[in-house]
């Protein structure tokens, strides 16, 4: 038998099961009551539409619909949530006008907003001739009424409004719907289904409101139809449409006017905010501006057309525009209880100095860095390069490796290592792009890259030695950055090798990667691992530096034994990668 569970028991539990009811309670922000509400009157118009489709098959399935949808949407608990919803989902869309200080007009974003915000302009006229109308006068329109309204007796533009309210309406609620799947695990796989449903519904639905007018117009010349669907009961007194009339008029004054205060709420804020000062955000070493106080980090970012990563576009529906706060994360206002929720789902809710960019408003001065970088052009410039898959020519390889990565990784949290394995990444890459070179492929916390895709060989060589020098200054800059989050300074080694390679590329159907293939790429790399036993930062091979055109007394040389090369190679071992600088300028007084 089991034994009863005693009040002390129940209290545990009852203690166990508050901490994750106020997790849930804090996950909750006005995004996710305007996506429930949305929820609702998607439903709803789903329901509709289905309705309407019925008329593909006769009146009788069409009235038949109508009083199943009747029954479940004017049930009291159900017609309270579904108007509740109305009026929340509208004075949200109004408020979304208000709050958001930019759009990027790329996106849907503004295309769902001003879809939202037209709906109640288009739909009013419907909503009060049937609903209103019965909850004040008890007048019973159903399909025939409506039918006869639209087709028969209304101009002909009434039926084309009608069909531009139901599209208008439908495109906001799949944007909707597909801004809040699109990041969802299972998304990618169903999208086509849901396509399929998004433009098969309407359809229908238009073609059913299609074969219901032709229906009304053929059976309307008929005095028993006549006398059947358009009695006073049915359709009203012209004394009761005249107050409908009025009602209607005031509703779109009210509402004109409401989206008129947001707009001039809107630039009252704006002129406050530059008002009340400007402040400067300083993005790491890269960039630094100056925006009003009131802007969201990513609206900051946006708005000065800087690349930030954020999948969910602001909404703080995912962590990807992260930003770690660089100094004293005191002056910063505290985290909303969404934006905790968000930073506790990914383990960094206690680092106060790990905020989200579309949440975080400053007012202060503020120096970050993005934990995620955004996306690249990277596959834009594999792309261009597709028609030299084949080619043969001399390169030069650089492999560059992050030192002591492990060792991060094993006392921080996985995030905090991926951060700074981005960081080291970023550095790198802007080094050898700045140097004439391009990133090839990241490989764990190390670079490939390349060098002399458009130059001569003696150009890439002194370029890839450009680049090594400045690499070690990008990465000592970095370690300025974050070294008080690092137990020691970033270390990193690089091989230098160039020779002839193939450019091709290698993979598997829809993961091919450009990149070159030789025995120097596989020096370069050899090289590379060669570093820690030499203790140096940098290894080129000796043949590199007679084709940079360096003199052989200008770097140290030694030979060394290559694993899978027969002879030994004379290479040149660099303890201070900066020293390359030197180097070079040496050279060039030379060739002057």
């Known amino acids: 038998m089991h034994a009863k569970r005693t009040t002390t028991d129940r209290t545990r539990d009852a203690d166990e099961q508050r901490p994750r009811r106020l997790a849930f309670l804090r996950g909750i922000g006005l995004r996710q009551v305007r996506m429930f509400t949305g929820l609702v009157l998607f439903a709803y118009l789903l329901s509709h539409f289905l309705n309407h489709a019925l ?182 007194t012209l004394a009761q449409q005249a107050t409908l009339d009025r009602v209607g008029e005031a509703f779109v004054i009210g509402y004109l006017g409401l989206i008129g205060l947001a707009l001039i709420a809107r630039a009252a804020r704006g002129l406050n905010e530059r008002r009340g000062g400007m402040i400067r955000l300083t993005y790491g070493a890269d960039r630094m501006i100056r925006v009003p106080k009131g802007l969201s980090v990513l609206e900051a970012s946006l708005r000065h057309n800087i ?19 660089i100094g004293n994360p005191a002056d910063l206002p505290p985290p909303s209880s969404r934006e905790a929720f968000v930073l506790d789902s990914v383990g960094a809710g206690d680092d106060p100095t790990i905020r989200l960019a579309c949440q975080l408003r400053p007012t202060h001065d503020l120096a970050f860095l993005p934990v995620f970088p955004p996306r690249n052009a990277a596959a834009a410039r594999l792309a261009a390069r597709a028609a030299r898959v084949g080619e043969e020519r001399y390169l030069v390889s650089m492999f560059v490796d992050l030192r002591g990565s492990t060792k991060i990784a094993e006392t921080r949290l996985p995030f905090d290592t991926v951060f700074i394995v981005n960081r080291f990444l970023g550095a790198v890459s802007r080094a050898v792009i700045a140097s004439g070179g391009q990133p090839n492929q990241f490989i764990g916390d190390g670079v490939l890259a390349l060098f002399g895709l458009d130059d001569t060989p003696r150009e890439a060589c002194r370029n890839a030695i ?58 370069a790399a050899r090289l590379q691992d060669m570093t820690k036993a030499l203790g140096c930062e940098t290894l080129l091979s000796d043949e590199l530096r007679a084709t940079a055109g360096i003199a052989a007394d200008q770097l140290p040389t030694q030979q060394v034994e290559i694993r899978g090369r027969v002879e030994p190679m004379l290479v040149c071992p660099i303890v201070q990668s900066r020293d390359l600088a030197a180097a070079l300028d040496q050279s060039e007084l030379m060739f002057a």
């Open 55 to 236: 008329g593909n098959i006769s009146p009788e399935a069409l009235q038949a619909g109508v009083e199943w949808h009747l029954e479940i949407w004017q049930f009291l608990p159900v017609a309270i949530l579904f108007y509740g919803s109305v009026a929340t989902h509208a004075g949200l869309g109004l408020w979304a006008l208000y709050q958001r200080r930019r759009f990027r007009w790329r996106t849907i974003e503004p295309l769902q907003l001003l879809l939202g915000l037209s709906v109640p302009l288009l739909i009013y006229g419907h909503v009060i001739g049937l609903r209103l109308s019965n909850a004040l006068y008890d007048i019973d329109k159903l399909y025939p009424q409506v039918f006869y309204a639209y087709w028969v007796a209304a101009p002909p533009y009434r039926v084309w409004l009608m069909v531009l309210v139901m599209l208008v309406a439908w495109t906001h609620g799949c944007i909707g719907l597909y801004v809040w799947l699109r990041i969802k695990p299972m998304a990618r796989k169903a999208m086509p289904w849901l396509l399929a449903v998004a433009v098969l519904v309407p359809t229908l639905a238009l073609l059913g409101f299609y074969q219901g007018g032709r229906e009304t117009i053929r059976d309307s010349s008929s005095r028993g139809w006549q006398e059947k669907n358009l009695s006073v009961k049915q359709l009203g």
């Open 307 to 325: 690349p930030h990563a954020s999948i969910c576009g602001g909404r703080a529906r995912c962590s990807t525009c992260r930003i770690r706060v």
């Open 466 to 523: 450009r680049a090594a020098a400045a690499i070690a200054a990008s990465v000592d800059e970095l370690n300025g950055f974050i070294g008080h989050d690092l137990p020691e300074p970033i270390r990193f080694g690089i091989g230098l090798h160039g020779g002839e390679v193939i450019l091709g590329e290698i993979g598997y159907r829809d993961h091919m990667v450009f990149t070159a293939l030789g025995d120097s790429v596989n020096v």
